[in-house]
């Protein structure tokens, strides 16, 4: 009975709260047999990367942190918590505060054959260090052709956070993510964080990894395979986090909990379309190398496009996507591609004003909803 | 003086019974003694430390002013001490970072000293040894070594200089007048030690064997250039030497240097880093950074401080108003010389001096060779325009680096007048076939183009590549015959 009820459900009808109002006594057995069967394990992102940071540590003496309050305060937001405790004070070094300083620090330890991982309190501060990343770090290797190269990773959570204000806020994956030389990562879930830092610290080239501050504190379900010290995760893949074939919507970091809570709605609300509208959620993972492929074949399918984006609009990371979705699948377009990104504006510190200049599970909806023509269209900035 | 010492143990006895008062904290953590910050012991009072006599004894109005508090904590002696600077200390106490003894006159530090630091040298103007100075002592095959490498340098300064005048190269950036410093710091440095250069400093390379082939092939950007053509001339850089490639922007080499003496650390190699910049450098934040963080690590580099009195138009007097670049290092608690870098031997001396410290102590030192461009700063100036000719000129001739130590090897008669111009006509006669070879040589193949991005070639440089080709083999018409696909 069970069996011919769900058969029901998927021909298009039955809301799921209803039928499960209808089937209590089923509903235990229903959660335990899901119980076992699926990964029982959760891990919140901070944890996940401190167990990448320690096996890395572990596997390679050459790997080392640096950054402030990484050691004795057990890292500003507790991602290092430990490390200076197991490694010593020569492998986790608390810094003055010269992020010019010590990114120049660890550009030059990389080039002598250390494997440092820098640590900035939070991606703004890195424009004091930009210079290091981009005109030292980034283009060392080409520079030199070959003779110098920097295996190093520029990690710290970047973006916006909550109520910290305009210096505090930026989303950097379009500054980074412009200049040929680097690698850049930016990990939604556990399985991601863990995956991408230890793929990231045991790569070559130099890396900036982008974290999310409000990611840190998330749980989320992971798999042993993803346990296993030896995991890792492919550098310039993206993830299909959702399957779907009305639309593919991009998204990276916080934002894609975002898109993927907007399919859930979307879900629920298109009962009372003629048919359901399926989102297919990408989690870029990587930024640059971009996966194109991966994005370009959704959009072959689906033939609608939302990207989706914390940092400001002009030359971001969706106007990327898009452009590159003009020059190969542009007869595949249904539709204008939806660009969801943050207010143009440097972030306010009000509430009610930052809830407006970054994008909410709201306007993901309407966008998605515009592309799929079912509704007025409008320019498509939050 | 018997009264005194009795009266410093009540004191110090006391002191110890009262340490709630005083809040002394943990006495391993504190630094210098209570009365002289010199000597580094922990807080006696039994006079053996004390290099000044304590005169309150004497008629000091403190003592009659620390009598006041006398009601307040009785039978509790203050000892009221003249410092060598005539300030009174009455009392230490402990602050972060140390324990601080006090002077009841406010005195502000002057921000210029009475007498600049003095600048170290062992040949006077005329290649002779001054009395009593002391250095390390040159072999005649280094010395004749250190004297035929700096005829080099310059040879191969004068000739690029007007290849770049001719249109042969680009762009040139030349080292005269600072040869002493490029060839006297590469000769007191070993093959291990790596350097990180800024960009006046090929001598360096030079003495480790770059040859003058080698270099050519740089400023050209042919297919032997260990760049791959990928930078502007004189951006030269060779692992095997040890010697990293030049970046442009300024004093990025400087808190790289310290990590990668960090790394040296950690392998406890016998070697150092050491890196070049110019006065100018030294304004840059990278410097502060730098320098503050290398004492802070103990790491084994060396900062040389080429101070030429120019960045590019502009004068030391207004790039700093400190006593040159020297007092900048103990601001940093940094060990430091200031030395004349027109001196071959005194650049020399210190140069293997502060490499063995730093070596043996795990420390940064500095060091500041006063000097002067006189060259342009690149070829893309002409210096005649800031400043005077007969400045230039001067220098160029009666502060000539390479004339003082060529006057001193003709003194110890290691060196003649025919061997003089037989090395002239030598290097000359190589560095234009070196150009001609060059010249002719093949430019790097397109290929060349994508690689070292990263470490593998992605897939998007990988189509561009293809279409590059397909594009050139489309329009070989347009497309430069001496490149190579």
Not at chain 1, 155 to 165: I, L
Not at chain 1, 197 to 202: F, S
Not at chain 2, 164 to 178: H, N, P
Request: glycine content about 8%; overall charge negative; some cysteine.
């Amino acid at each position: 009975m069970w069996g011919i009820i769900r058969q029901k459900v998927g021909a298009g009808g039955f809301p799921v709260p209803i039928l499960e109002q209808s089937l209590p006594r089923l509903r235990p057995a229903v959660s335990a047999w899901r119980r076992y069967s699926s990964a029982a394990k959760e891990m919140t992102v901070r944890d996940a990367l401190n167990s990448a940071l320690d096996e890395e540590m572990s596997a390679d003496p050459k790997v080392f942190l640096m950054g402030e309050e990484v050691g004795e305060y057990q890292g500003a937001y507790k991602i290092s918590k430990g490390l200076l405790e197991k490694y010593g004070p020569d492998r986790v070094l608390d810094t003055p505060i010269t992020e010019a300083g010590f990114a120049g620090i660890g550009v030059g330890a990389a080039y002598y054959g250390l494997r440092p991982i820098v640590e900035f309190m939070t991606f703004n501060f890195s424009m004091q260090a930009i210079d290091h990343i981009i005109n030292s770090a980034a283009k060392s290797n080409y520079m030199s052709a070959g003779q110098i190269n920097v295996p190093i990773v520029f990690r710290g959570p970047n973006g916006a956070a909550a109520g910290v204000g305009a210096q505090h806020s930026q989303c950097y994956a379009a500054w980074f993510g412009a200049c040929p030389g680097l690698k850049v990562l930016a990990p939604y879930s556990s399985e991601d964080a863990r995956g991408l830092l230890k793929a990231a610290i045991r790569d070559p080239d130099p890396v900036v990894f982008l974290e999310n501050e409000l990611l840190y504190g998330e749980s989320f379900p992971i798999s042993a395979e993803a346990l296993d010290s030896s995991f890792c995760l492919p550098i310039g893949k993206a993830k299909i986090e959702r399957e779907g074939k009305d639309v593919t919507i991009t998204a990276f970091s916080k934002m894609v909990g975002y898109a993927l809570k907007a399919a859930e709605i979307l879900a629920k609300e298109g009962i009372s379309a003629e048919r359901f509208v399926t989102k297919q959620v990408i989690n870029l993972r990587s930024i640059r190398p971009l996966d194109t492929a991966t994005i370009n074949a959704s959009v072959r399918k689906t033939n609608r496009l939302v990207t989706v984006e914390e940092g400001f609009p002009q030359h971001g990371v969706g106007a990327e996507i898009c452009t590159s979705v003009i020059e190969e699948s542009f007869i595949y377009l249904d539709a204008p591609v939806e660009r969801i990104a943050g207010a143009d504006v440097p972030m306010p510190y009000a509430a009610n004003l930052e809830r407006m200049a970054v994008p909410q599970v709201e306007d993901i909806v309407c966008a998605v909803k515009r592309a799929c023509y079912r509704s007025v269209p409008m320019t498509a900035t939050a | 003086m018997a009264i005194w010492l009795r009266r410093s143990r009540n004191l110090a006895h006391y002191l110890k019974a009262e340490k709630g008062f005083w809040k002394v904290p943990n006495q391993t953590r504190l630094s210098p003694c209570f009365f002289n910050p010199e000597i580094s012991s922990s807080a006696t009072l039994t006079g053996e430390n004390c290099g000044n006599p304590p005169s309150f004894l004497g008629n000091s109005p403190t003592l009659f002013g620390s009598r006041r508090f006398e009601s307040i904590k009785a039978g509790r002696e203050e000892l009221d001490l003249e410092d060598e600077n005539g300030g009174h200390q009455n009392q230490a106490m402990d602050f972060p970072g140390g324990r601080i003894s006090f002077t009841s006159e406010m005195r502000f530090v002057s921000e210029s000293p009475r007498e600049r630091i003095p600048c170290y040298r062992v040949l006077d103007d005329n290649g002779h040894p001054i009395m009593h100075s002391n250095f390390v002592e040159v072999s005649k095959e280094e010395a004749l070594k250190m004297y035929t490498s700096m005829v080099t340098l310059e040879t191969m300064d004068t000739i690029l200089y007007e290849a770049q005048r001719q249109g042969r190269i680009s762009f040139y950036v030349t080292s005269i007048g600072e040869e002493a410093i490029n060839i006297a710091t590469a000769a007191a440095l070993t093959p291990h030690d790596v350097v990180l250069p800024q960009y006046r400093e090929p001598g360096v390379l030079l003495w480790r064997g770059f040859t003058l082939q080698e270099f050519a092939n740089q400023c050209l950007g042919n297919k032997a250039d260990y760049g791959k053509g990928r930078q502007m001339p004189i951006h030269y850089g060779s692992n095997k030497h040890n010697y990293f490639t030049v970046s442009s922007p300024i004093a990025t080499q400087i808190p790289q240097a310290v990590g990668a003496a960090y790394s040296l650390k950690m392998d406890r190699k016998d070697a150092c880093v050491v890196t070049y910049f110019g006065d100018g450098g030294t304004s840059e934040g990278d410097f502060h950074a730098g320098l503050n963080f290398a004492a802070v690590m103990e790491a084994p580099v060396v900062f040389i401080c080429r101070n030429n009195g120019w960045a590019i138009s502009t004068p030391v007097s207004q790039q700093f108003r400190s006593d040159g670049v020297v007092v900048k290092g103990k601001a940093y608690g940094i060990r430091s010389i200031r030395v004349d870098g027109n001196d071959a031997l005194a650049v020399y001396s210190a140069t293997r001096t502060a490499r063995e410290m730093a070596i043996t102590e795990q420390k940064p030192i500095l060091i500041e060779a006063l000097t002067y461009r006189v060259g342009h700063h690149s070829t893309s100036d002409d210096s005649t325009k800031y400043r005077l000719v007969d400045e230039i000129e001067h220098w160029k001739t009666a502060r000539n680096p390479i004339a003082r130590f060529r006057k001193w090897v003709n003194g110890t008669g290691w060196w003649s007048d025919e061997d003089e111009s037989e090395l002239r006509a030598n290097v000359r006669k190589q560095l234009l076939q070196a150009i001609q070879v060059a010249e002719k040589a093949e430019k790097p193949p397109i290929s060349d183009l994508f690689t070292d991005v990263y470490e593998s070639l992605p897939s998007n440089l990988c189509e561009q590549e293809e279409l590059l080709r397909e594009s050139i083999k489309r329009h070989p018409q347009d497309y430069p015959s001496d490149v190579p696909t």
